[in-house]
């Protein structure tokens, strides 16, 4: 027993003096953001990464189906599918599956039995992947290999037909510290007898998808590309506990489409039943109006206007799923048997706004090609000086650039001054003020306005004032399609020294356009007049609070407060809304899904100012930690950022500052 512990004693002995010889030899930069493919360097220069390209595939007289395909790491080097000559686990699985002479969807040769497990309904089919084939080696070096499927393709397959093979890899590095397994899917088109593939199911591209989703990744992570779930998301697929079908184009418009569902608002909850648990979709809520079928039916794809070209009862009747076709109701009273008579009414051309055209039928009213617009500018700021009251000329004129001549009945035509631009609404020159202008004078939409807010006596530097504008308009009035929409302006914000000090414009965090990739446009919050990021900040400032709760709606907390939603540890609740309902459908820690700038390092916050609450753990807390708590909302984030911080300021930076070990950057990576 002592000889054993003294060989144990030796061991890691050299072991220690063999890792400080590493060290030596390879120096560790402590303070940088983890790279996963320099830190694999230390492991015998293992690459990370997976790559699966499938290159090509037959069908055999006797119905054997075999696809070739290549597997790599990230810098194209073969990897082993049994994971022996190459590190890692790799797992491969594959789908086969045809387009039927005369039909629009695959069918898949491969498929499985599910059968209920909550209740007693019959067992449902299911296309899915593969099991029990062969995996042939034909090239190590380059990772090519052969699949043959256990799977075999009916005597009576067509070869004239349209034929894909999707195929999915994960890598699994879990042993070499790795916790993100690594995956690739890719989908193989081709047509048996040789001729070229002219039928395809190609209606939306995964960019769509990843505007919002980032990324799509379904079924554990590896399933990414919309030519991949076609093969799968057919109308031959239904879940046996709900007896919902899972077809693509009923699935993700109902999963979509979610608590608007009329079947939902009746009291008939939308859900699937998956792997042992309810999938519950009826509280789903799309982040934009879900009329606006081009954020998902985009172009790039092959039949990217199939959404308008092709209407069907089951896509239609996805999302209206109270029209019942068999009888007519909630259809004008019409009867359709089938799908041959839906173009005959619902054309692809739309003439008038809320017409029977597809596109015509889905006019979101604010967003209507017929609303004379409003564009509105701050021309000058007079009288510009600490103690003073400003007089502000803006014009206002309509999209096509004639003047509009009378604001007055505006619902909403305004002015506000805020400052300072450092931090809006702190310091001893704060301001935040907002003035109805509808009563401003001028001619050929040039208006002046001198504001009844002085700017503050104690300001120096920079300040802002803006103009917001909509108007209340009726969509074909005097027809039974009138429609109420607000017309409204992207506020314009125009930045000004009070004191002939150089102008410094407010910050940069966020971008519009970031919010639009998922909001399509800021049109929803209040009332439509403040679509604008830039905008919001004017009132969302670190000394605002929602009187009615404990919160701040400091813009960065009470948008980090938001998008964490149901991830938050405490209620997020402003007025009677608690945001613990949201749902982000993206990945919490990509920052720069809405940030610009790396503007989401500690280094580059640029805020000064403290921010107040009304009764969380702190009254106040410094302009970093604030932003932190809007997503890390628990009381051990607030205890350890009260205790980074002294009369000097906080001390986040020396930890999470760029390049810092636990930089904001790093330990928000997602692999």
């Known amino acids: 027993m002592k000889f054993l512990f ?26 940088s953001a983890f790279d996963p493919n320099a830190a694999a360097s230390s492991f015998n220069s293992l690459t990370t990464g997976v790559v699966l390209k499938i290159t090509s595939a037959s069908i055999g007289s006797d119905g054997t189906i075999v696809a070739r395909f290549t597997l790599t790491d990230s810098k194209g080097a073969g990897l082993d599918v049994n994971g022996v000559q190459t590190a890692g686990t790799e797992t491969l699985r594959f789908v086969a599956a045809y387009i039927p002479a005369g039909a629009a969807q695959y069918t898949a040769y491969t498929t499985t039995v599910l059968n209920a497990t909550i209740n007693k309904n019959p067992p449902q089919t299911q296309a899915s992947t593969d099991s029990g084939g062969t995996f042939a080696m034909v090239d190590a070096a380059t990772g090519t290999y052969d699949y043959t499927f256990k799977t075999k393709a009916p005597a009576s397959f067509d070869p004239a037909a349209t034929h894909s093979i999707g195929g999915q890899a994960e890598r699994n590095l879990s042993a070499y510290g790795y916790p993100t397994t690594f995956t690739s899917d890719d989908v193989y088109t081709w047509v048996p007898n040789g001729s070229p593939v002219t039928v395809v199911r190609d209606l939306i591209n995964e960019a769509s998808c990843n505007s919002c989703h980032n990324p799509l990744s379904a079924h554990g992570g590896a399933r990414q590309k ?20 899972v077809d693509m184009k009923v699935f993700i418009h109902k999963l979509h489409m979610g608590a608007e569902l009329p079947s939902v608002q009746a009291g008939t909850p939308y859900s699937i039943y998956h792997r042992g648990a309810t999938v519950d979709f009826s509280t789903v809520e799309f982040p934009q109006d879900i009329r606006n079928c081009t954020t998902c039916h985009a172009t790039g794809p092959k039949q990217a206007d199939n959404w308008k070209t092709n209407p069907s009862r089951a896509a239609c009747g996805s999302c209206h799923d109270n029209v019942n076709f068999a009888t007519g109701e909630n259809h004008v009273n019409m009867v359709q048997v089938d799908d041959t008579q839906c173009k005959n009414c619902h054309v692809p051309t739309q003439k008038l706004d809320f017409d029977a055209s597809i596109p015509g039928a889905h006019v979101v009213p604010n967003n209507s090609t017929s609303l004379p617009g409003v564009v509105v500018k701050v021309l000058k700021v007079d009288d510009a000086t600490a103690g003073s009251a400003p007089t502000v000329t803006f014009s ?8 509009v001549l009378d604001i007055s009945k505006f619902a909403t035509m305004r002015l506000i001054l805020a400052g300072p631009n450092t931090d809006y609404g702190t310091g001893p020159g704060a301001i935040r003020a907002s003035e109805t202008v509808t009563k401003a004078t001028g001619t050929n939409g040039i208006y002046m306005y001198t504001l009844t807010n002085k700017i503050p006596a104690a300001a120096t530097g920079s300040y802002t004032i803006s103009v917001e504008a909509a108007n209340n308009v009726t969509l074909l009035p005097g027809t039974m399609q009138a429609t109420p929409a607000v017309d409204a302006a992207v506020p314009f914000e125009f930045y000004f020294s009070v004191d002939s000090s150089p102008v410094l414009a407010r910050r940069v965090v966020v971008a519009t356009e970031k919010c639009g990739a998922c909001h399509q446009n800021l049109g929803f919050v209040h009332g439509g007049s403040r679509p604008s990021a830039k905008e919001c900040v ?14 701040s709606v400091n813009f960065a907390t009470q948008i980090h407060s938001i998008h964490r939603g149901e991830n938050l540890a405490m209620p997020y609740v402003l007025g009677t809304r608690n945001y613990q ?39 106040q807390t410094g302009p970093i930690a604030a932003a932190c708590q809007g997503c890390h909302d628990d009381k051990a ?35």
């Open 396 to 403: 206002v004129f309509d999209k096509s650039g004639n003047p």
């Open 226 to 245: 919309m030519l991949y779930c076609n093969l799968c998301h057919t109308p031959q697929s239904t879940n046996p506990d709900t007896l919902n079908t």
């Open 581 to 619: 309902d949201v749902r982000f459908p993206g990945d919490l820690r990509d920052c720069g899904t809405c940030h610009v700038n790396n503007s989401y390092q500690v280094d580059n916050i640029g805020a000064q100012a403290m921010v107040a609450t009304t009764g969380q753990f702190l009254p």
């Open 637 to 671: 984030t607030a205890s350890h950022a009260l205790a980074m911080t002294t009369s000097l300021g906080e001390s986040c930076a020396a930890c999470h500052g760029i390049n810092a070990q636990f930089a904001v950057d790093a330990v928000h990576a997602r692999q």
């Open 6 to 31: 003294a060989r144990g004693v030796f061991a890691l002995a050299c072991l220690f003096l063999l890792t400080v010889a590493f060290a030596q030899d390879r120096p560790v930069k402590q303070n």
């Open 538 to 551: 004017l009132c969302h400032n670190p000394a605002l609070t929602d009187g009615t709760s404990k919160d």
